[in-house]
Every structure is written in structure tokens, then in C-alpha cells.
């Protein structure tokens, strides 16, 4: 009897041990929160970073969000969020900007930051 008990037993564990899901190259993802979307926004003539007074705008349908630039030479935002967005970007005393649709997507964890680069001239 305790043969064929531990045969079973055997069996079972075989059956279940054998995990046809698994993959080869596990994911392991992280716990930091990306930004769908940085902008670095440069005056027109010197190139140089404009920060001060800048307000980036991204838009996607109803969905409105001010970037944040935490006093760097970036602003970012759409922390893990996919969309197209249209970004307008404006200055006092320069042109305002409004981009091109912007897709963001993700990978098996997080989005996929796009970067842009803005350039605004000044206005006469």
C-alpha cells in the first residue's frame, strides 16, 4: 500500500512540477515611474535652456496636463501614461509652439519616454 502511495505521490509532484508557461527570460520590472514625455525648450537665437516663465502644455482629448520642470533645464510629465499628446509650449515675450501629435507607448513595464526638443523665438 505505501508503495503505491508514494508512486502516486511521485506522479502528482512530476505532473505539477511541470510549468509549460514559464519562460526562459522572466521580466522583472522596477518600481520607478517614467515620464511619457520630456521637453527641453531652448530660445531661438543663443540656444541657450529657457526655464523661467515657460509653461508646457500636454493635450490629449479632455486630458490636460502642465509638464513640471522642478527647476531643471527639463520639464516632464505623463508619468506612465500612453497617449498621443499635442504639446503647446509658451513664453511671454516669445512665440508660443504647438506641436505635431506625440505618441507614447510602453514596454512590458513602462512607458516609453519621447523626448523633444523646442525651440522659441523671440516675438517683436
Same mark, same amino acid.
Given at each position: ?5 508514494? *508512486?502516486?505521490?511521485? @506522479?502528482?509532484?512530476?505532473?505539477c &512540477?511541470?510549468? %509549460?508557461?514559464?519562460?526562459?527570460? $522572466?521580466?522583472? @520590472?522596477?518600481? %520607478?515611474?517614467?515620464? &511619457? ?5 531652448? %530660445?531661438?537665437?543663443?540656444?541657450? $535652456? ?15 496636463? !502642465? ?6 533645464? *527639463?520639464?516632464y &510629465?505623463?508619468?506612465?501614461?500612453? &497617449? !498621443? ?15 505635431? $501629435? *506625440?505618441?507614447? !507607448?510602453? %514596454?512590458? @513595464? ?15
Open positions: 500500500m505505501n508503495k503505491f502511495f508514494l *508512486i502516486g505521490l511521485l @506522479c502528482i509532484t512530476i505532473a &512540477g511541470n510549468d %509549460d508557461d514559464a519562460t526562459d527570460n $522572466p521580466i522583472f @520590472c522596477t518600481l %520607478d515611474v517614467k515620464s &511619457g514625455l520630456v521637453v527641453q525648450v531652448k %530660445d531661438g537665437i543663443g540656444g541657450s $535652456p529657457l526655464i523661467d516663465g515657460v509653461e508646457v502644455i500636454a493635450t490629449e482629448n479632455e486630458y490636460k496636463e !502642465t509638464l513640471l520642470n522642478n527647476g531643471i533645464d *527639463i520639464f &510629465g505623463a508619468q506612465e501614461r500612453i &497617449g !498621443t499628446y499635442v504639446i503647446t509650449v509658451s513664453k511671454e515675450g516669445y512665440g508660443t509652439m504647438t506641436t505635431e $501629435p *506625440i505618441v507614447v !507607448t510602453k %514596454d512590458a @513595464c513602462h512607458v516609453i519616454t519621447q523626448n523633444l526638443e523646442v525651440i522659441l523665438e523671440k516675438s517683436n
